[in-house]
């Protein structure tokens, strides 16, 4: 396998700005002007003096200050609440729904403060997982943009007198037989419901009407039609061995992705023993990261894929006997066709079609595949189904009818922000005006809120009891892990209120659970495990009785003329729920590498053919919605296609999201009754407005071509496992002999002597899938300053774990070694993409460790290379000595500074800062520490209870945080460990830039595709011609 | 013989001083107080309610026999329904007096009688705190320096006019004229000519003087040893950890199980003070604003709805980039309190900062202080590499196991 990887088109092209900042990455100036607080000018007249006065002034004030010691006062508690120890961190089982993202979680508080979420091993759903955003969810409890009090139009009043008002006014609807409304994202939560139900009692003109910003009702519907059942069916990714997915970002936004991702990576794993995994071939038209991971991804238009989808049916049916459908030509897309037929065939109830797009007809074809293949009962789970994306498009379209109409007396609405996520927002907006009696339950005042007569503020989850069933039968309860902030309640228990309901929403969850789910086992004991999983019944066999011909008649149908356009979520702001979040902004996104921002990515081929160029701003119309965005140009795209984020251009969600990008859902089509997250027909025109620079962090921390991530294929592995894990050698002269040797031989370095430990860390590349969920934890567990788009763009983002991306080519070997990067350029239309978390590698032999001048940084008995940054005087000399490029310099003070106005700026905010981690003043280098804070706590456990320390007790944020488990930690020292069994240097395990013999103490497993060998080469030959 | 002989007149002379006890009012009610203390102090005090109501006087409100019985066996007179008895459990919060079936009668008596006696104490003027009495101790010591250098000044005044004179007196004999008066620099500037030697070895003792005093002087920059912030109330460690013996950990339990040690809540004052209301010297200030902080209503025994948390002033200050942890040198290295805070139980009325707390001063312990690994199942394979390595005689210090790396409290 000898690829070549780049990290954007920016090196693909060799982009004259692109080798500059690349040769200069640190380009900018010392900001002198900004220390001193005077314009530029003035320094240059008479910057000697001034420097001197300075020095003068600050060395007199640094010794005055330190004269005397400020008095700092302590208070304690005065009536200490027993479980709290000052210093001592306690944990709590919870879960987090926000109606998007589900997971079971425990919160860990300090001195009653929550601040950091992990994922809770004791679920089968999310299995200790999470993502990104329930790792970012702490941060958004901290949200300054949040309600302290309830609003009555426009004004905040107390919850007396907004119940009193409320009730009248629903009184009133009710007297006059109105009909009351009440819309709601998906909820999971079977006491809520109850709740609702129990409203309904008093209230019986009421409906709830679930919507979701992006909506799975034509899964809903295309199983009532298939098989008579009105639900989500739960999958099990980890039964199968072959996965083919249509427009379906499973592993980070579809359904329930934490649960995906883990089923996902498990048939992905591979070791000395386990030789086999899953087979994943994607279809779709924009570059997502679930398709960035398939083993085969093949380019398809939206309006193509019920063609696509009608011809696997055919091909499968055939194979099994059934009557064929009316297929359209799928053109080069056949032999991709029938490959894919065939394995899935032959894989019969081993295998997997999942398909993201809302519409009815292909879902039914998906669902007859499905049958064809008798995957119901093994991967396809209908009868313990899925809770979760329960929205009904139908019944929103008929609440926006009845509204316009007028005939809604009261509309409540919960967790859900139609103004903003409707296509139909601004009619929404209008049609709540003609209702009499709108509140919304929104934490702040945003688009939909703002609409409405009163808001009354629901809890963030951790301030929240609550019950979960993301699945049938798998409860998880909420417990607030803080008391409520600000004077909000929770919609649940301000319904109780309203419906005259005596108790409080804690009993009453507590009564239903006694009463219809404990069976007897104790409450508490639930509660401290925040799960109750009772038995699952059997997982039964469907045939689907959908007319299936019809069905490919209208997927037939969708096809359309012109450019068309996906809408997806990113792992970071996903729908937009918490788009507030400065650290979900901050997050790049994994494939386009772009922060604070979303755009319109397209095809490297249309931007040649129309000389678009990045950042050029340009029109786009769809839907009759016009919109001026920029423009990215995004390998893997398909010609002919582009595709933008949704959850960005939020107005009212806060400071941090106000007026960040565009907002997107607009876009989204109405076909058939379904809500697609789709057009046709897209006009995009370039504007004469200046461009504008993004703030990306692909273009920088360049490994200057060099082939770090080591990948093979499956076949090859199984043959050789050191398959793609070729050593580099070095060309030494021995003598006269020109001999090649391993540089570890050549090592001019002094081994460490290890203590008691000797921590390191393995990657595994395979399961890796690039979501993110690492670098959030991280710069949670670390208190990563947020930087903000200005200096991203500048590449001074501080993440202390970034994930590079690379996309790949089939060059020839020969042009490689000429040297020359533009003789490896080949058409990147679809490239394959590999994903690689990159920390600090903890080199024993380390770089930056030697070249420090006043021994900030150094080597630990325990293989950490340790920042010391009470010591760092900033000469950035590691930065530049360190081939890995892992370290992060301190420009500026990031917090109490109003330029950089996140949450490190207000108090709130700054609640959510972990006590045991320093926060690093300006002009200080940092990194990875290997969660040194943590491993000292590990230890310190051990040794007050007088034992060794377990293997997995310990672990590093991002290890822990990985709904993966890519990322394992442990101790070298501890020969049972699990970091010691991963480490074969005679399979997949290697260092990064091993030839440089630094000795990392992070080791990486390559990268294993399932495709043959042969017919990969034979694709790509095709590519070529 | 002897022994027998000695029994007996001990035995004589006990009868003899119970009998003069006995007949003396006073011995009687000092007899009653110790049976007070022993007995009924825990709940009631003469002049103020505890749990109980204040007892001065109580012979005045109940007549002596029913007094008797309600102390035998309090709780059987509520139950049968005596109207006195039940109003005064009533009273008092409904809480049920101790049995005290063991006290015999003229115990009780005695009791009574030494509530008849007892006397309100009086409360004694503060006295002078240790502080106060060190800065006059000072005080006087600058005066006499600065006695001591004007008859220093005087004598050396003294001395150079009588040497002028008598060099006056000699150039007149010898009939050579005075020499011109010089002004004081060019005295001194010739005076350092004429003695070079002395001058140079002079001016290098001055300067290493200065050099030492300043690198001193700056190496102190920071350095707050000895710090002793003035405190919202005159809480006295002597009083609690050495007079009274209460363990550190009772109130500084953090120390067990975390990184601070912790300035213990005020529930735990209470656990004591909720009995304990005036200190030794019967000053009941100090002691009152526990209860003010708590909004504690120490007659009646209940707490208010307005409580504020007291501001102490923190005497011991770590930098944020330092990582201590109390539970790691108290549980695991097993180091004492005294180790770092110095004589607290003995000398401590008022608490100061007793050690340096510079890193220096934290990497000597380190470097001096054997690890307690043989005790300790976390250290077992590593304890026999590190015999192996320095030798099975050596001490193996928190160094010698990497206690000095930076990362260990820099993170």
Redesign the interface.
């Known amino acids: 396998m000898n690829k070549t990887y780049w990290k954007g088109v920016e090196e693909l092209q060799n982009d004259a700005k692109f080798v500059q900042l690349k040769n200069n990455e640190f380009a900018e100036h010392l900001p002198l002007d900004e220390i001193v607080q005077e314009k530029s000018a003035d320094i240059t007249v008479s910057p000697r003096r001034d420097f001197l006065k300075f020095l003068g002034f600050s060395v007199a004030a640094a010794?005055l200050a330190?004269?005397e010691?400020p008095?700092?006062?302590?208070?304690?508690?005065?009536?200490?609440p027993e479980q709290v120890?000052?210093?001592?961190s306690n944990w709590y089982a919870s879960s987090y729904h926000d109606g998007y993202d589900y997971c079971a979680v425990l919160v860990k508080t300090r001195e009653g403060r929550p601040i950091k979420v992990e994922g809770n091993t004791s679920s089968s759903v999310t299995k200790g997982g999470t993502n990104a955003r329930i790792q970012a969810s702490v941060l958004s409890l901290y949200d300054n943009a949040r309600l302290r009090t309830p609003i009555a139009n426009g004004a905040p009043v107390s919850w007396e007198n907004m119940d009193r008002e409320i009730a009248m006014k629903l009184q009133s609807v009710a007297s006059a037989n109105g009909k009351i409304r009440i819309l709601s994202s998906t909820i999971i939560s079977p006491s809520t419901l109850k709740v609702i139900e129990e409203f309904g009692k008093k209230y019986p003109n009421t409906k709830h009407v679930v919507y979701d910003a992006v909506s799975c009702s034509a899964m809903k519907a295309a199983n009532k039609e298939s098989f008579g059942v009105d639900e989500i069916p739960s999958y099990n990714f980890d039964k199968a061995e072959v996965i083919a997915a249509f427009d379906c970002d499973f592993l980070i936004n579809w359904i329930s992705p934490i649960e995906y991702s883990r089923q996902y990576a498990e048939t992905r794993k591979l070791d000395s023993g386990k030789k086999t995994m899953s087979k994943h071939v994607q279809f779709e038209s924009a570059l997502s990261l679930t398709g960035s991971n398939a083993d085969e991804r093949y380019h398809v238009k939206p309006s193509m894929q019920g063609a696509v989808l009608a011809n696997l049916y055919n091909a499968i049916a055939s194979k099994a006997g059934a009557t064929t459908v009316n297929a359209g030509s799928v053109g080069e897309l056949a032999k991709a066709i029938s490959m894919l037929a065939d394995d899935l065939w032959t894989n019969k109830g081993k295998s997997l079609v999942v398909c993201g797009i809302n519409n009815t007809a292909v879902q039914n074809l998906v669902n007859g595949i499905n049958s064809l293949l008798e995957n119901y009962g093994t991967t396809i789970d209908l009868d313990n189904h899925c809770h979760l994306r329960q929205g009904n498009d139908a019944d929103m379209a008929l609440l926006m009818d009845e509204m316009s109409k007028g005939e809604v007396g009261a509309l409540l609405i919960s967790n859900c922000n139609p103004v903003y996520t409707s296509p139909m927002g601004k009619q929404f907006g209008d049609a709540i005006k003609k209702v009499t009696c709108s509140i919304s339950f929104a934490d702040r005042a945003d688009e939909t809120a703002a609409a409405c007569q009163y808001i009354c503020p629901d809890h963030h989850p951790l301030e929240s009891w609550n019950d979960a069933e993301p699945k049938l039968g798998k409860y998880s309860l909420t417990q607030p892990t803080i008391a409520p902030l600000f004077s909000t309640r929770q919609f649940a228990e301000s319904l109780l209120m309203w419906a005259g309901s005596g108790s409080n929403y804690h009993d009453f969850i507590a009564q239903h659970w006694n009463a219809n789910v404990l069976k007897g086992k104790s409450w508490n004991e639930v509660l401290q495990e925040g799960i109750f999983e009772g038995e699952q019944g059997a997982s039964k066999s469907y045939k689907s009785a959908a007319n299936l011909t019809a069905a490919a008649d209208a997927a037939g149908r969708m096809n359309v003329a012109g450019v068309e356009m996906t809408l997806y979520e990113k792992t970071g702001v996903g729908s937009g729920v918490q788009a507030n979040n400065p650290w979900l902004q901050e997050l790049p996104d994994p494939v386009s590498k772009i922060t604070w921002d979303n755009y319109l990515s397209v095809a490297p081929k249309d931007a040649r053919d129309n000389s678009w160029k990045q950042g050029n701003i340009v029109e786009v119309k769809a839907n009759g919605v016009s919109m001026k965005m920029p423009v990215v140009v995004q390998p893997g795209q398909m010609p002919g296609t582009c595709s933008v984020a949704v959850g960005y251009g939020r107005k009212g969600a806060g400071k941090v999201a106000d007026g960040v990008g565009v907002n997107a859902y607009p876009f989204m089509t109405m076909v058939d009754g379904q809500l697609m997250a789709a057009a046709g027909g897209v006009q995009i025109s370039k504007t004469v407005e200046d461009d504008v620079l993004l703030a990306t962090t692909q273009s920088h921390h360049t490994m200057m071509g060099r082939a770090i991530v080591k990948e093979t294929t499956l076949d090859e592995f199984v043959k050789d496992p050191t398959a793609g894990n070729e050593r580099d050698l070095i060309s030494v002269k021995v003598g006269k002999e020109e001999k090649k040797m391993n540089a570890q031989e050549l090592n001019l370095w002094n081994s460490f002597e290890d203590?008691?430990h000797h921590f390191g860390m393995s990657i595994d590349l395979n399961s890796c899938i690039g979501c993110g969920t690492c670098v959030v934890a991280c710069t949670a567990e670390n208190n990563v300053p947020v930087v903000g788009k200005e200096e991203v763009t500048r590449s001074r983002e501080m993440h202390w774990i970034r994930i590079d991306r690379y996309f790949s080519s089939d060059a020839d070997p020969k042009e490689h070694e000429s040297g020359d990067i533009k003789a490896m350029e080949i058409p990147s239309d679809n490239p394959k993409v590999v994903f690689q978390p990159v920390m600090c590698q903890h080199c024993a032999h380390a770089p930056c460790e030697t070249v420090c001048p006043v021994i900030a940084t150094?080597h630990?008995?325990?293989g950490?290379n340790?920042?010391?940054?009470?010591?760092c005087v900033g000469t950035r000399y590691c930065a530049n000595n360190c081939p890995y490029k892992v370290r992060r310099f301190n420009w500026f003070r990031y917090t109490d500074n109003p330029k950089f106005d996140f949450n490190m700026n207000n108090d709130l905010g700054k609640m959510v800062l972990n006590p045991?981690?320093?926060?690093r003043a300006r002009g200080v280098m940092e990194k990875c520490?290997l969660c040194?804070?943590r491993l000292?706590e590990g230890?310190?456990v051990?040794?007050?209870q007088?034992?060794?320390?377990k293997d997995g007790e310990i672990n590093t944020a991002c290890a822990q945080a990985c709904p993966t488990q890519a990322i394992t930690f442990g101790d070298y020292k501890d020969k049972e460990s699990k970091l010691n069994k991963m480490w074969e240097p005679n399979g997949r395990s290697y260092h990064l830039l091993e030839e440089l013999d630094v000795q990392p103490n992070v080791f990486y497993q390559t990268k294993v595709r399932n495709v043959k060998a042969e017919a990969h080469h034979e694709m790509s030959e095709e590519k070529k011609g | 013989m002897t022994n027998a002989y000695l029994h007996k007149s001990i035995k004589r002379l006990l009868l003899l001083s119970l009998s003069i006890a006995f007949s003396a009012g006073v011995a009687c009610a000092q007899d009653g107080e110790a049976l007070f203390n022993n007995n009924c102090k825990t709940c009631h005090s003469p002049f103020e309610k505890v749990v109980g109501p204040a007892l001065k006087g109580v012979e005045g409100r109940h007549s002596e026999d029913w007094l008797l019985k309600w102390i035998h066996n309090a709780p059987a007179m509520i139950k049968s329904g005596d109207a006195e008895a039940v109003k005064l459990y009533n009273d008092n919060g409904k809480q049920q007096m101790t049995v005290f079936t063991n006290l015999k009668e003229g115990e009780i008596k005695a009791i009574l009688t030494y509530l008849k006696d007892v006397k309100p104490p009086v409360t004694s003027v503060a006295a002078k705190t240790d502080g106060e009495e060190g800065q006059e101790e000072g005080s006087n010591a600058w005066i006499y320096l600065i006695v001591a250098a004007i008859v220093l000044y005087l004598i050396s005044g003294v001395l150079r006019r009588t040497q002028e004179t008598l060099a006056h007196a000699v150039r007149k004999r010898q009939g050579i004229p005075d020499p011109a008066p010089m002004g004081r620099w060019e005295g001194f500037v010739h005076w350092a000519r004429n003695n070079k030697k002395l001058f140079a070895v002079i001016l290098i003792v001055l300067f290493m003087f200065g050099s030492v005093k300043a690198w001193y002087g700056l190496l102190s920059?920071?350095v707050?040893q000895g710090?002793k912030?003035e405190q919202p109330i005159k809480y006295s460690h002597k009083l609690h950890a050495g007079d009274m013996k209460i363990s550190c950990i009772y109130c500084h339990?953090?120390a067990e199980?975390?990184?601070?040690a912790?300035?213990?809540?005020?529930?735990?004052c209470m656990n004591c003070h909720k009995f304990v209301k005036q200190g030794p010297t019967g000053e009941k200030t100090e002691i009152a604003k526990i209860y003010k902080?708590?909004d504690y209503d120490p007659d009646k025994g209940t707490y208010g709805s307005n409580?504020k948390?007291?501001?102490?002033?923190?005497v011991h200050?770590l930098?944020?980039?330092a990582?201590f942890?109390?539970?790691?040198h108290f549980?695991?290295g097993k180091i004492e309190c005294q180790t770092c805070h110095g004589p607290v139980q003995d000398s401590m009325t008022v608490a100061y900062q007793y050690s340096k707390l510079t890193m220096g001063w934290c990497i000597d312990c380190h470097r001096r202080t054997p690890v307690q690994m043989t005790?300790?199942?976390?250290?077992?394979d590593?304890h026999k590499t590190l015999l192996a390595k320095y030798g099975s005689d050596s001490l193996l210090t928190v160094e010698r196991?990497?206690g000095t790396?930076?990362?260990?409290c820099?993170?």
């Open positions: 010794s330190a004269c010691a008095i700092r006062k302590t208070i304690p508690y005065l009536n200490r120890t000052p210093g001592a203590g008691n150094s630990s008995s325990e950490m340790q920042m010391i940054y009470n010591r045991d981690v320093v926060v520490s040194v804070q000292q230890k310190l051990a040794k007050k007088g034992r060794k320390v | 920059i920071g707050t710090y912030p339990s953090g199980r975390g990184k601070t912790g300035v213990p809540s005020l529930n735990v902080a708590l409580p948390p007291i501001q102490w002033a923190r200050n930098p944020d980039l990582y942890n109390h539970s790691q549980v695991v005790s300790n199942a976390y250290y077992n590593y196991i990497g790396e930076c990362a260990r820099h993170y």
